[in-house]
């Protein structure tokens, strides 16, 4: 018997909490938590029900929160960036931002009495963060270059906002779906190269030509502590205008029968290794409604994974997208406010965030290029960075994040810059940092992975890694694989040194002679 809702007598303790009162309640308790402070906050409230309003308390920085927004396709206008940097520039050094592996937007630093404002400051720009953590749907991510690359089948930004509206009832609040067996994935391209590493979602559809153009339809794929798999066929190829009352389908599936009893288990994937993907795919055909058309032979992704830092001419005549490089996706109110203005100035006021934490500023004309290119912020955030700094991810790690075993934005820069002024590379190099093993770096889709762990060395336990390699992105994605554990961090850059020269190329620079 599949483990549900209704099983009471096995519900976690997650379960029990979200049976007592839905994660969406204290949507209306916002201005009381705001006027009692954290402290007098009912524990599961404070914990846990708040992040269906996506507002995460940080027990690493008691009283500094963190809020995670809904950016579906990473896409912001440029007032809504600048609300965002004016809400963490009221915290001086304590606000900042970071973008995630999910095209989408963390501020840090809030503090849970000015809530009911920002929530109001969000409210005039079309901002929401609703169901953006815990047992939700997360943010939908699309292609981010959809509607400017010439190449692309499909421009997924209307399918992507309208999932969202679905699933969120248009950024309000969906009980329909806040009470998830955990949380779900999904990601839409309509792009030839993967940009959205559809093999990692729970959901993901991708181009494919079958009655003209469509989507295959991938499911299952997920990252955890205990079991990380890559999304498999559905044997299903649906039309655009299906994908929305598909996505629902299939997470009704996952909301009323997904397991959960172990919360280790209550991912998607589980739930099709019980049932089989025969009878998941015939049940999704009963709640749908629709029989399905198997997938086409072949999908459309043909390309290697692009980045897209650098300067691309558009579909549009006479404009370019320029992809600019912000190390570890961290952004401080300075940088938001400047990011907006440049995309008002010389685009059409619209910044897209990727999965690998960079930007993107659109509909640049070729006329104001020269002028965009000698802006200062670009010193900063340039266009040209060197071949492992332009592809380094990294998780939020244990500055901010009390599940990180280990520090990795600050350390991974450093590496990074240090890996980068000892060898000559020929070849980006993808160097993922996650702090634990619910890999939000995501280092098994990484050239090179970096998963934090505690080590033992000369009798001290360390901050240390597992080094994963083999993952690859785009065309033919496959996950990587653990090949050496236990590394102390001290000791790991002549390690990274030598993976870089006997497996990717690198050459040692000649020593500056004084």
Known sequence: MTETATTTEKLNKFEKFKAEKDGLAVKDQISEFAQIGWEAMDENDLNHRLKWLGVFFRPVTPGKFMMRMRIPN?????????????????????????????????????????????????HTVGLTTIQSGMDNIRNITGDPVAGLDANEFYDTRELVQQIQDMLTNNGEGNPEFSNLPRKFNIAITGGRDNSVHAE????????????????????????????????IPLNAWVKPEEVVSLCKAIVEIFRDHGLRANRQKARLMWLIDEWGVEKFRTEVENRWGKTFITAAPKDEIAWEKRDHIGIYPQKQPGLNYVGLNIPVGRLYADDMFELARLAEVYGSGEIRFTVEQNAIIPNISDSALNTFLAEPLLNKFGVNPGLLMRSLVSCTGAQFCNFALIETKNRGLAMTKALESELILSQPVRIHWTGCPNSCGQPQVADIGLMGTKVRKNGQTLEGVDIYMGGKVGKDAVLGTCVQKSVPCEDLQPILREILITQFGAKLREPVIA
Request: hydrophobic share 40%.
């Open 74 to 122: 990473g896409i912001l206008t440029s007032s809504q960036l600048s609300v965002l940097a004016e809400v963490i520039q009221r915290y001086g050094d304590d606000g900042s931002a970071d973008i995630t592996t999910r095209q989408n937007i963390q501020l840090r630093g809030i503090k849970i009495e000015d809530i009911p404002d920002i929530f109001n400051q969000f």
């Open 200 to 231: 990692i979602n729970d959901l993901a559809l991708v181009p494919a030509f079958k009655e003209g153009f469509g989507f295959n339809v991938l499911v299952g794929g997920f990252f955890s502590g205990k079991r990380c798999e890559a999304a």
